[in-house]
């Protein structure tokens, strides 16, 4: 279901993104020790929400801290998913090619539409 996978994403991207967030924050001339016990405070402070089924929004939490130096929609913008998906493109390339060549005949023109 895409509305529920967008769903956690948007929840959960600011906690694997928060390595750029202190980046991005620290160009924009913040501290970085700061910037990181800022992150911190804030990821700790959500992941007790959450695990007392509370609501949370840790892009909220950072841009409220003054010293994090970056807006919701500042934050917001540096959240992009394909960011942070790692090798996991060039992994399934080279695992339906694998699958291509052990398909072979009549079977290969199926397996080709695998590679979405």
């Given at each position: 279901?895409?509305?529920?996978?967008?769903k956690l994403?948007?929840?959960?991207?600011?906690?694997?993104?928060t390595?750029?967030?202190?980046?991005?924050?620290v160009?924009?001339?913040g501290?970085?020790q700061q910037?990181?016990?800022?992150?911190r405070?804030?990821?700790?402070?959500?992941?007790?929400?959450?695990?007392?089924g509370?609501?949370?929004?840790?892009?909220?939490?950072?841009?409220?801290?003054?010293?994090?130096?970056?807006t919701?929609e500042?934050?917001?913008?540096?959240?992009?998913?394909e960011?942070?998906?790692?090798?996991?493109?060039?992994?399934v390339?080279?695992?339906?090619?694998?699958c291509?060549v052990?398909?072979?005949?009549?079977?290969?023109e199926a397996?080709e539409?695998?590679?979405?």
């Open positions: 279901n895409e509305k529920i996978v967008a994403v948007s929840d959960y991207l600011p906690f694997i993104a390595e750029n967030l202190m980046m991005a924050a160009k924009r001339g501290d970085r910037i990181h016990e800022i992150i405070e804030a990821s700790m402070d959500a992941t007790a929400r959450m695990k007392n509370e609501p949370w929004d840790l892009v909220a939490a950072l841009a409220a801290v003054p010293a994090f130096g970056m919701a500042e934050i917001r913008a540096e959240l992009q998913p960011r942070y998906t790692g090798r996991s493109a060039e992994q390339a080279a695992f339906v090619k694998k291509r052990l398909t072979g005949g009549a079977a290969r397996a539409e695998l590679a979405l």
